[in-house]
């Protein structure tokens, strides 16, 4: 299976953007619990958290089982309350980080096919935080599912008569 948090940290740390703005990886659970982004909201201007829990359902594709995992990544840099062009900055500039991890996906579709690991390229829904979002940050999160074969074969000896 694709360790997708290790992924998106490789992703940050190789984007020359990210590196630029200083938007530093780290892992959440969930919208309630920040608690990678409120650990290093002092040292780091911007961060790419990604969520440790996800969605998971089971599909049928083509008659083969695949399990899909839904994540959810946070894009967000901090900006000055006091100054309302800051917060535009901001907000435009995690929404360039996310078009280009877009365009990073789709670049990368392929390869991860190659390993039985389907990236959802083709329909990645964001949410804008907007407003002071957490102690003058501001951003969006975007969710991406990702499909991978499971097996659910039936096997007799897990059950009892």
């Known amino acids: 299976m694709l ?10 740390n190789k984007n020359r953007l990210a590196q630029q703005k200083g938007f530093h990886p780290c892992t959440c659970s969930g919208v309630g ?10 040292s780091h201007p911007a961060f ?6 996800c969605e998971e359902s089971t ?10 995992r839904v994540f959810t990544v946070f894009i967000l840099h901090r900006f000055n309350p006091r100054m309302q062009r800051t917060y535009h900055e901001a907000m435009d500039l995690c929404r360039e980080l996310f078009r280009q991890f877009h365009s990073r996906f ?6 991860l096919q190659s390993r039985l690991s389907y990236l ?26 990702i499909d991978e ?7 007799e000896q897990e059950w009892q008569n």
């Open 106 to 111: 789709i670049q990368d579709e392929g390869v």
């Open 59 to 68: 599909l049928r594709r083509s008659g083969a089982w695949f399990r899909r």
């Open 120 to 145: 959802g390229v083709e329909e990645v829904r964001s949410r804008e935080l907007g407003g002071q979002f957490l102690n003058g940050c501001t951003g969006l999160y975007f969710t991406i599912s």
């Open 3 to 12: 360790d997708f948090i290790q992924y998106i940290e490789n992703l940050t």
């Open 33 to 42: 619990y920040l608690e990678g982004i409120l650990s290093s909201l002092r």
């Open 48 to 53: 790419v958290c990604t969520s440790d829990i």
């Open 149 to 155: 074969p499971t097996d659910l074969q039936f096997n």
